[in-house]
Structures are given as structure tokens and as C-alpha cells.
Nanobody
Framework: QVQLVESGGGSVQAGGSLRLSCAAS????????MGWFRQAPGKEREFVAA????????HYADSVKGRFTISRDNAKNTVALQMNSLEPEDTAVYYC?????????????????????WGQGTQVTVSS
């Protein structure tokens, strides 16, 4: 079955960096747009970043643009999120997700409801 396993979360002070990774298995990884989402306590899950099946297109939420970078390695079935200049407002559980865009004209997906598979999440805590 499909599995998405996130790693790399932790606690960091404001201004610091973390790198999240997501390892995918059980799917044809290069068919999928990969996204990162986050959910803070009491808030809805929100889009953070996404990358097209071949890595040629990326899209970021305005709140993380210029600070976060999404990348993927189709040979290793992994997607990463490099997070720099972290702020306390970035504190949340971060989720990796996969959306099959093989038969779609859309290469980047942002609504969480459009994604087919989700990881279990990894906690990121940024202290001031």
C-alpha cells in the first residue's frame, strides 16, 4: 500500500532552520505532485508548498515564500522541505501529501482535499 513517511521535525529557536523529508513507497512517485501542508492547534490544515511531478514547477504559500524551499528526488522517491528563518508562527504539525496528476492538465495542486495520500505528520516547534 501507499506510504508517506515524514521525518526531520523538531524544536528550534526563531531564526533557525530545519529540513523535513518525506519518503514515499507503494506508488509511481513521478506521477505525483507532492505537497507540504501544516496544521497548528485549533486551526485548519493549510497549504505550505507543492512541487510538480518532474520538479519543474513549484508553488508556495505567501507566508513561507522566500524562506522555504521544496525539492524532490524521483530516483529516491523523496520530497524535502528546507525551512529557513523560522518563526514561532511556523509551529505546527507538517504533513507530506501526494496527488496523482498524471492524467491532469494541472501540475500543481493546492487544496488539501485534492490530495490522494497523506503522511502521519511531523511536529515542528519554533520558540521565540
Amino acid at each position: 500500500q501507499v506510504q508517506l513517511v515524514e521525518s526531520g521535525g523538531g524544536s528550534v529557536q526563531a531564526g533557525g532552520s530545519l529540513r523535513l523529508s518525506c519518503a514515499a513507497s507503494g506508488l509511481t512517485f513521478s506521477n505525483y505532485c507532492m505537497g507540504w501542508f501544516r496544521q497548528a492547534p485549533g486551526k485548519e490544515r493549510e497549504f505550505v508548498a507543492a512541487i510538480s511531478w518532474n520538479g519543474g514547477t513549484t508553488h508556495y504559500a505567501d507566508s513561507v515564500k522566500g524562506r522555504f524551499t521544496i525539492s524532490r528526488d524521483n530516483a529516491k522517491n523523496t520530497v524535502a522541505l528546507q525551512m529557513n528563518s523560522l518563526e514561532p508562527e511556523d509551529t505546527a504539525v507538517y504533513y507530506c501529501a501526494a496527488d496523482d496528476t498524471l492524467s491532469s492538465v494541472v501540475v500543481i495542486t493546492t487544496p488539501p482535499g485534492e490530495y490522494d495520500y497523506w503522511g502521519q505528520g511531523t511536529q515542528v516547534t519554533v520558540s521565540s
